[in-house]
């Protein structure tokens, strides 16, 4: 059985990419176009890994997904995918395991997912087979160990204040990116039509 993913995000070329991408390498991928489509898929299926954008419909619908990822019970690896990189410790706080920053290399986002799976089965005693290479079957995967009930413990909720601040700071480098954008492109000169 390959191991799940499920991609959040509301950008239909990112989503539609990065999931061929993973399919070819094995994986077996779900989609959803908005916070709200990935928390209701979060209840009714069971992921291996949870890659979400941090902005969709609203400036908390990222952590949003992430908080109902943490509340599952079967603790999928958790990953936030974003444009706007946020200090490590803002992301921690949020619940995820990783940050990915887009765009990204193919080869690096691989093995970053690779690892994050890798480090997340070893913390809850699940042994994974990685995925099939393409033309090869996949192992199934064994069943949760003993100690992966032991570390199922509830860990505690992020905390509001601090994922209301990550949200306005990507909120915040998003609209400084477009002013400065906006400022670069007004302080060029208009071209001067060629002389004959």
Do not use: C
Not at 14 to 38: H, Q
Not at 112 to 124: F, G, S
Not at 135 to 142: D, E, N, Q, V
Not at 155 to 164: F, S
């Amino acid at each position: 059985m390959n191991r799940r993913i499920l991609l959040v995000d509301d950008e239909v070329a990112v989503l539609l990419t990065l999931k061929a991408v993973l399919e070819i390498n094995g994986f077996d991928v779900d989609t959803a176009a908005s916070g709200r489509e990935g928390r209701i898929k979060l209840r009714s299926h069971q992921y291996n890994m949870i890659i979400t954008d941090m902005r969709m419909e609203s400036d908390a619908a990222g952590i949003e997904v992430i908080a109902a990822a943490r509340l599952a019970s079967y603790r999928p690896a958790i990953a936030l995918l974003t444009a706007f990189p946020v200090a490590e410790e803002d992301w921690q706080a949020l619940g995820a395991h990783k940050m990915l920053v887009k765009p990204m290399h193919t080869r690096v986002l691989l093995q970053q997912i690779e690892k994050l799976l890798a480090v997340h089965e070893a913390e809850m005693g699940i042994r994974s087979v990685p995925p099939a290479t393409p033309g090869k079957a996949a192992k199934p995967a064994s069943a949760k160990s003993s100690k992966s009930s032991r570390s199922a413990a509830k860990q505690p909720a992020a905390k509001k204040p601090l994922a209301r601040r990550t949200a306005k700071k990507v909120t915040a480098k998003k609209s400084h990116a477009k002013k400065s954008s906006a400022k670069k492109s007004a302080a060029k000169p208009p071209a001067k039509a060629a002389k004959r």
